[in-house]
């Protein structure tokens, strides 16, 4: 018997579904609409399902499917499915396990767009979203009953850096039949094994650190099937007496992956596939900077406060490092005295970008109050936590002495 190899290793030498013509070392990119079948019973075996070929890449892709099998490999999912977007997964997630009339509980502390998505287009849908304090496990428990389809939240949210309990939230779950759906986004597989701590179903933004520096775009649904679908009131418990657990990704993928139509395209998947090769040692990097930065940049004159879950005195220290280790993501968040402030402060940088996205090799910075959540009112804005005084780094391979010099020289111009 052969030796058990690291996930590391897996992921290099995960096989291809079928042998190379060429032996190549990486995967080829299958830029193909449709694919030829010998006689009309095979196509009617793998359109109906009862064939593993490829028909058509919107639903499936030889590209696509590489990568989704490596993810697999190094996460021990049981299915994963590659989409366009992060937006997409999620949209596709939630498309997945909701229905009118069902209720989904969640916080107000998300990502602009995921908001957006729960509050308005859901609501059109008949889709309830209930907004609560995720942090207060009691509070999540009132707010769950026999409509809710799913807990749903960001391991970290973005960019209020608020952690909940993630294995408290699934024991709830567990407890009121509920599926527990968390965007891990901001810390990567490498780091952050979500099956561990109760998630039954985890998205993953795959343009951030998957993508191996900003070079395309994609999301991930990851359906560790660990949700008994048949003792939940969802549209998914009928599916679960022939599929058992398995039945989220018999929905997805036979229904609602197909007619949503935003499928990983073949090149995305080739960028990403080579991400995922370098993912731990750029995240290495990375996390370690933004703990070096996020200490150093507390002490300057002007920063009234810094957040990265990481650092000592955080609210979030303990539980964030039971859940996500030493070096909780690469992104931390400071304030100064005011929207003028941070303003100046943005157009003094020379080195770091002035940019959105997350986890690029270059380090970026943003306003969020004015650009990502730039169209929401102001009141809405408080309740969200998201302040005029914030300012949101995406740290980057950069040496962290040139960073921190950056910082510097932006922050003593205003002086």
Request: proline fraction near 3%; charged fraction near 20%.
């Amino acid at each position: 018997m052969s030796a058990k190899k690291s996930l590391e290793t897996d992921l290099l030498h995960t096989p291809y579904a079928k042998a190379d013509a060429y032996n190549a070392l990486s995967m080829p990119v299958y830029h193909s609409a449709a694919y030829e079948f010998d006689t009309a019973e095979q196509m009617e075996l793998a359109f109906t399902g009862k064939a593993a070929d490829h028909t058509y890449s919107r639903i499936t892709n030889p590209t696509v499917q590489y990568f989704e099998d490596r993810v697999r490999t190094i996460t021990g999912a049981f299915n994963v499915t590659a989409l366009n977007s992060g937006m997409a997964a999620i949209t596709n997630a939630i498309l997945t396990v909701a229905k009118a009339g069902s209720n989904i509980v969640t916080s107000r502390h998300l990502f602009g767009n995921t908001y957006s998505f729960f509050a308005s287009t859901l609501a059109d849908f008949g889709v309830e979203t209930r907004f609560c304090d995720l942090t207060n496990l009691n509070a999540v428990a009132e707010s769950t009953d026999e409509k809710t389809c799913a807990v749903f939240l960001e391991i970290i949210t973005n960019p209020q850096m608020e952690v909940a309990d993630l294995k408290g939230l699934s024991a709830i779950c567990k407890t009121k039949n509920v599926p527990l759906i968390a965007d891990t986004t901001i810390v990567p597989f490498c780091a952050f094994q979500a099956k561990n701590f109760g998630v039954d179903i985890e998205i993953v933004s795959s343009t951030k650190y998957i993508s191996g520096g900003a070079t395309s775009l994609g999301g991930l649904i990851l359906d560790y099937a660990t949700f008994d679908w048949s003792k939940s009131d969802n549209k998914l418990s009928g599916l679960a007496k022939s599929f058992g657990n398995a039945a989220f990704t018999v929905k997805l993928r036979k229904e609602i992956h197909r007619n949503m139509g935003a499928y990983m395209t073949p090149h995305a998947a080739y960028m990403q596939t080579l991400g995922l090769e370098t993912l731990e040692l750029r995240y290495l990097k990375a996390s370690q900077t933004c703990k070096e930065l996020a200490q150093r940049v507390a002490s300057l004159p002007g920063v009234e406060a810094t957040n990265y879950t990481g650092l000592t005195g955080n609210e979030y220290a303990a539980l964030s490092k039971s859940q996500f280790g030493e070096y909780p993501g690469a992104m931390f968040t400071f304030n100064l005295a005011s929207r003028e402030a941070a303003f100046s402060f943005l157009n003094k940088l020379k080195l770091v970008k002035r940019a959105t996205n997350l986890f690029d090799n270059k380090t970026l910075a943003i306003h969020p109050a004015s650009t990502i959540f730039g169209t929401f009112a102001p009141e809405d804005r408080v309740r969200m936590n998201v302040s005029d005084k914030t300012i949101r780094i995406s740290v980057g391979l950069e040496n962290a002495d040139d960073l921190f010099q950056d910082f510097t020289q932006a922050l003593s111009a205003q002086q």
